[in-house]
């Protein structure tokens, strides 16, 4: 028996564990309370990957469907009758034929992350999708357009802010998002143990407001005007401080956001003058204040309005890159610096999508129409599709849209461990080993997190013989495929994915430590991997305008395409809680990872996590009480769960979580499907999307509201 630390690769948190195992158990996972990082911060949903790694559902060797049924095959095989297929499809249809769709596990991943660029060319495919645009793509357009790259994204300095308003996350329950910070409600909560203030804008009274100094609701997707509101004062008399000589389009941005009049901000937001006056004011009074803003704004109407306006904010108060405010990271591996190397600071609107005339965003399109682009016929429709660690059917809007199109495809090829919802419609499921069963490292959240600081986690427990972590799938297909360019190409590109499966992706990691900012202390593998508690490299420092990839080093304060979205916004009436109709906002609960660990015992065993929250006034109206069950109807369809009542909600607002709705015939979930719940996915419309980045927009669509017996 041995104990191995270990990083947490299932949420953004990063949190130190202990691992007591043998060559094939694992008997026992714990906090490490010597990281660095998270000193002993963890959460109940460690325990899954003891779970995945055990549990008899997991696929493990590749399966290729016949019928309704799915064979086991070899990896030669899946991987030899894919590339045949694949290629066939694009000799006919051209290579775009062929999509993809990444899920939210790559960015958890280093070898998927490493390999995945290398697959995408080989494909040279343009119908690129991926769960960007249901969740952070506003953050990422708003960086590249303000600060010239699309991973330069600001992170709340929660050690040392003195103020901090917080709008559209529940970090005590996610654990943070884009704030990478193990043990964030703690954090959180010393804020104003040490004399600071904490300010929740939420729809719902959530656990992070129940830490929090004050928290107001808002009328779901209107954060855009509250924001703009607080921007409307700071210009008054906006306190640059260092960056003064930094900053270009101040006179526009003033224009700009005084043209529209937010006297009635009450009536627009449900949040009065008074409390926006007061927000503004201690956003200035305070020293060290910082604006936060997560899911809850960015999968709005005017999702990229308010990431724009979250970024001004901390500007105008002078309080980006700056201690207790938003600073850039400085991470072992600098993504930042690599791709704007390999030429990928971003990209947006270079060309739109065929069937709904959406604007591309870094190479990919909107994951909203996925779903059009497989059934509307015509030139450039796509037949094929490969989707990687991802469940699209539970997590795109409208659900059975999507399911329609999976089932019309050519050629579908999962890279997942579950037949789940999505992956049963595949023609080939190739499984990668669990989490335990490979090495991890943080390429993506070490770039977000809160403090500097690197951790290796080499693998527990070695995976069988014949099996292939997501690294070994995506480079051997990418070795196959070779799509590009003239027969030299194509022979260098086999050449060098060969090559890159012969060095594997640790050599990779460890050329990337070599040459990355600190090379000047010698960081690679072999030094990390003799630090088991990882290495501190120190708090967030300020870093610009060195760290700036726009033209002349300047922050653009007034980009274009969020100016023609603020007209928009100027000029719109959002749809709001009419009649009889309420709004429907998101929720994550903590024993819960998305659509995919409700098959683990150790987080599915307690209550029922699905379920609908709603106001008690708006649950009296229409004779509902705790644990009736009430169906929820838009246009798109409905769906049955049961209601909890409470004054944590705001009026007109009905909260349910995303992720559940395993009762679809064909999937072997069996723990999850004996508690399946229902996907909110399923009921919220795909056509409702930010138009101007790409986004979806998740929260705020209307529903109507009925008991069961009633409907
Ligand atoms: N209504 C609504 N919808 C939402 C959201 C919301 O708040 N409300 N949130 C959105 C957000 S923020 C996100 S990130 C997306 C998530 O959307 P997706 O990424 O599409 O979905 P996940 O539920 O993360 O599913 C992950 C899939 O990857 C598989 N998997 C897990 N680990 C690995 C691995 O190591 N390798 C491989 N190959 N596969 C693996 C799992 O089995 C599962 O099938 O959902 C979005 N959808
Ligand atoms: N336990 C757990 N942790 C997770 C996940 C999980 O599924 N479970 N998922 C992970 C992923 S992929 C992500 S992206 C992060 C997300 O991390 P967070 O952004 O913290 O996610 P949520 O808990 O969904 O918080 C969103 C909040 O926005 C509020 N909201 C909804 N509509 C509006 C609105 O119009 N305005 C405002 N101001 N607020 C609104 C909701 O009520 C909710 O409280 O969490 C990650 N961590
Ligand atoms: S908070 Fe996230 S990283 Fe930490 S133990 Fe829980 S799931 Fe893992
Ligand atoms: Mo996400």
Redesign the pocket.
Known sequence: MKTTTR?????????G?TVEHSAEEIHRIQ?NTQDVF?AG??????Q?LADLYYDPDRIRRPLKRQGDEFVEITWDEAFTSITRKTKELQRQHGTSTIATYLGNPNSHHFGNLLALPFFLRSLRTRNKYSATSVDQLPHMLAAYLMFGHQMLIPIADVERTEYMLILGANPTVS?GSLLSG?GLSSRIKSISKRGGKVVVIDPRYTETAAVATEHHFIKPGTDAYFLAAIVQRLLVTPRLRHLETMVTGLGDLTNLINSLPLENIQTMTGISQEVVQNISEDLLRFDRAVCYGRVGVSTQRFGGVCQWLINTINILTGNLDREGGALFTRPAVDIVNLMAKSGSCGSFDRRRSRVRNLPEFSGELPAATLADEILTPGKGQVHGLFTIAGNPVLSLPNGPKLETALASLDLYVAIDFYRNETTRFAHYILPPVSPLERDHFDLVFNAFALRNQVRFSPRLIDPPGDSYDDWGILIELCSRLSASGNRLARWRQRAMARLLLRLGSRFVLDLALRIGPYRKQRMSLKKIAANPNGIDLGPLTPCLPGRLFTKHKMIELCPPPFVAAWTDLCTSSLQQSSGDRLVLVGRRSLKS?NSWMHNCPSLNKSRNQCYALLNTEDAFARGITDGTKIELSTDIGSITLPAKVSDKIMRGVVSVPHGWGHHRKGIKLSLASSTPGVSLNDILDDQAIDEFCGNAALVGQAVTVNRVDRS
């Open positions: 990083v947490c690769n299932l949420c953004e948190a990063m949190c564990l906090a998270s911060a963890y959460c109940p949903k460690s899954g654990n193990a990872n």
